[in-house]
């Protein structure tokens, strides 16, 4: 997946095809615009959710549990629908897109969960090819893209080990192989390190770190926030059904079990700093 070990080399990330165009390239990668979720009535998880995230951006998703983090990245892969508002993959409609149009979405976008979900009786290999086996893709270009694959996780050699046999962070990284080796535009992760211990969660951030620099954007949901200071990153809080950005740093000394508290004691991006367009600009900001 990477010839001769160089980033730049990397294939685009981003497959062309009639559902998505190449203007796509110039729109935010993920805009949300006043979504509304609840899976009852009377207790809204998200409530006018605005969001943008553009294309190359590391986003850190984070709040209290229950905030509505995987409720909000399951939408984005149609696992769940969107009660009100829109939410654009750049720039089409997730909710408007034909059925026959989610199998596309979804080779876009690689997701990577807490659990990892592998299947345990399987071998790594196996694992890591059923990306790219519904595609329908000849077996000796699965073989190959597999194996570079399992190369930028860190598993050259371990294709034919069973997945049961893994420890819980060689099994995550099995999991982002396999959520990488299609190429998507997009990475998901909910709550990756939830199961690892501290050293092994920031070797597992580190890997995605290592996949957003060869150009994917990244949103990476986890309550963790030892994960949220090992370098600046945009943080974004999602509270009470809003998503607030948050300057990195700041006001990070509070006691986080309850993020719905501290994020009161937030000034939002905007009142201290021009609103920032572009990665680079969220960096220097914070
Ligand atoms: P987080 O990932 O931030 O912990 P979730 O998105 O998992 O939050 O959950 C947000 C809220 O929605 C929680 O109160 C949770 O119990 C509820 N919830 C999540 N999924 C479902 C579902 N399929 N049916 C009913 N309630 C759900």
Redesign the pocket.
């Known amino acids: 997946m990477v010839p001769n070990g160089h980033p730049s080399r990397y294939r685009p990330a981003l497959r062309t095809g009639q559902k998505f165009d190449a203007s796509a390239s110039d729109r935010p990668i993920l805009v949300f615009e006043n979504v509304y979720k609840a ?2 009535a009377d ?1 809204p ?1 998200l409530r006018g959710t605005n969001l943008i995230i553009e294309r190359g951006e590391f986003v850190f998703i984070t ?12 939408m984005l892969y149609r696992a ?1 629908t969107v009660d009100d508002g829109r939410i654009l993959f750049l720039g089409r409609d997730i909710a408007r897109l034909t059925d026959d149009s989610v199998p596309m979405l979804r080779r876009n976008i690689g997701v990577v969960f807490q659990d990892f979900k592998l299947v345990p009786t399987w071998t790594v290999f196996d694992n890591v090819a059923v990306t790219l086996e519904v595609l329908g893709l000849p077996a000796r270009i699965i073989h190959i893209r597999v194996g570079e694959a399992l190369e930028r996780v860190g598993l050259s050699g371990r294709g034919s080990d069973r997945a049961a046999v893994l420890s819980g962070g060689e099994q995550q990284r099995v999991a982002i192989a396999r959520a990488i080796v299609g190429e998507p535009a997009l990475i998901l992760a ?2 990756p390190t939830g199961n690892l211990d501290p050293l092994l969660a920031t070797d597992i951030l580190g890997l995605f770190e290592d996949i957003h620099e060869t150009g994917t954007t990244v949103l990476f ?1 986890t ?1 963790d926030r030892t994960l949220l200071d090992v370098r600046p990153r945009r943080v974004v809080v ?1 509270d009470e059904g809003k998503a607030t950005d948050v300057p990195h740093g700041l006001g990070m000394e509070e006691d986080f079990d309850d993020f719905g508290e501290c994020v009161d004691e937030y000034t939002p991006m905007e009142d201290v700093e021009p609103r920032v367009e572009t990665p680079t600009d969220r960096l220097a900001v914070a």
Do not use: F, I, M, N
């Open positions: 899976y009852r207790q998880v709040g209290p549990s229950g905030a509505g983090k995987s409720t909000l990245l399951r769940e909910d709550e949901a309550h999602l």
